[in-house]
């Protein structure tokens, strides 16, 4: 299986145009969806390490754990893009024919991120039931039982979960006053 994309990657001329005229209209955008921060950087991640694949590029995994790194730090910045790959690999394994994909750039998402994005946002909320995640899992794969890509959600929403406690304990900590030595 391999992933493709809706378009072709743009052009440095297209990248600079993109603003003044939309190549997806019939998309919707991303802003609309009222996604977290960390499930844009999570679509961010994952467009990355698909266009590595389709393309063979090691520049684009690159990218994708250095975004990670400066959105997440470097201690579980790296962790967190290998969760991402997990999913992926979970995909390709369990979903039969391609997975399209919009490029970094692209304020629009596609049908299939829309579908993965829910997997992800089932897997990292703590209200959502086992069925609910297993149902989001079934609309992608093309499995009966899509085992893989139940874990590889559940293991990048435990990631989210952590993620969300530390910047929420980060929020409550109160900043120390400077010491003074005497």
């Not at 939309?22 to 919707?28: D, S």
């Not at 969806?33 to 690159?62: M, P, T």
């Not at 909320?125 to 009966?144: F, H, M």
Request: contains cysteine.
């Amino acid at each position: 299986m391999t992933l493709r994309k809706k378009k072709s990657q743009p052009t440095d001329r297209q990248s600079a145009l993109a603003g003044s005229r939309c190549q997806h209209p019939e998309l919707p955008l991303l802003s609309s969806l009222g996604f977290k921060e960390i499930e844009i950087l999570i679509l961010e991640i994952v467009r990355s390490l698909c266009a590595g694949y389709e393309h063979d590029n090691l520049a684009y995994w690159e990218r994708a754990f250095n975004v990670a790194e400066e959105h997440i730090g470097p201690v579980d910045g790296p962790s967190f893009v290998s969760r991402c790959v997990m999913l992926l690999r979970a995909l390709r394994a369990e979903r039969a024919g391609g997975f399209c994909y919009m490029s970094t750039e692209c304020v629009h998402i596609s049908e299939a991120e829309q579908d993965l994005m829910a997997l992800v946002r089932a897997g990292s909320s703590v209200t959502t039931s086992n069925k609910q995640v297993e149902q989001a899992a079934c609309k992608l794969a093309t499995t009966d039982t899509p085992s893989k890509l139940l874990t590889a959600a559940r293991a990048l929403g435990a990631m989210c979960i952590r993620h969300n406690r530390l910047k929420q304990m980060e929020s409550r900590t109160p900043t120390a006053p400077p010491l003074r030595l005497h």
